[in-house]
């Protein structure tokens, strides 16, 4: 199955740079390709694609509101890229939708890599993007809640333990092997958890673990992610 992309960016070496990395993929066509966010969002609902590219500072409209109307409007999966590695770029782009965080220098496989990643319904984020957006709420950021939310009463038990986890940063596999259960029942409790909280993908189940007060702050392990283990980029569904 051939990925559909938008790849959206103001400067137009840079723009045909990356469409030209992707487009000479087998398994990858840019379909269209946009100078500011409006014409993203435009381009988006004329050739339905499954991922976009978003540069974050674009004219008109820039990446993160483009990514909060397309995620809105549609299923793209959005890819935010910039040069500007700051975390409130981060924390807006994620609760607009993004599915990927990228900086501008990422390699040319990393790039293909992260399409492919986000088509498939996962999430990327850069590991500098990922370390510094879960150490953030660790310190005790200014979006975490004070303590459990309501909103986490519609989970059950094992739920409940299943996005702990997320939130530590395990993998499927080590989820499984913590709670004894198979990864196939990993993955149902992960979407149940996303179906159920309203979540489009793993990132933005951290992120709402640490909002809603499930994880207590505290200092990060070795790796930069609280409780250790593995970091949630990419995270697989």
């Known amino acids: 199955m051939t990925i559909r992309v938008v790849v959206a960016d103001d400067q137009e070496l840079v723009r045909s740079g990356f469409a030209l990395i992707l487009d000479v993929q087998e398994d990858i066509e840019v379909v269209a390709e946009a100078a500011d966010g409006a014409a993203a969002v435009e381009a988006v609902r004329r050739h339905r694609p499954d991922v976009a590219l978003l540069d974050i500072r674009m004219p008109r409209m820039d990446g993160i509101e483009a990514c909060r109307t397309i995620s809105a409007e549609s299923a793209c999966r959005t890819v935010i890229l910039t040069t500007f590695d700051s975390d409130a770029h981060v924390y807006e782009a994620l609760h607009a939708g993004a599915s990927g965080f990228l900086l501008k220098d990422v390699r040319r496989d990393d790039l293909v890599h992260a399409v492919r990643v986000v088509?498939?319904?996962?999430?990327?984020?850069?590991?500098?993007?990922?370390?510094?957006l879960v150490e953030q709420y660790t310190a005790g950021g200014p979006r975490r809640a004070a303590g459990p939310d309501p909103r986490l009463d519609v989970l059950t038990g094992r739920e409940r333990e299943t996005l702990l986890l997320l939130a530590r940063g395990r993998s499927n596999a080590e989820i499984a092997a913590e709670l004894v259960v198979s990864e196939h029942t990993v993955k149902t409790h992960v979407g149940h958890v996303l179906a159920k909280l309203g979540l489009?993908?793993?990132?933005?189940?951290?992120?709402?673990?640490?909002?809603?007060?499930?994880?207590?702050?505290?200092?990060?392990?070795?790796?930069?992610?609280?409780?250790?283990?593995?970091?949630?980029?990419?995270?697989?569904g």
Not at 201 to 230: H, K, M, S
């Open 119 to 132: 088509a498939a319904g996962d999430s990327l984020l850069a590991p500098s993007v990922a370390r510094r």
């Open 200 to 236: 489009r993908d793993r990132i933005q189940a951290v992120i709402c673990a640490y909002e809603t007060g499930l994880v207590a702050p505290g200092p990060p392990l070795p790796g930069g992610f609280p409780g250790g283990g593995a970091s949630p980029a990419p995270a697989r």
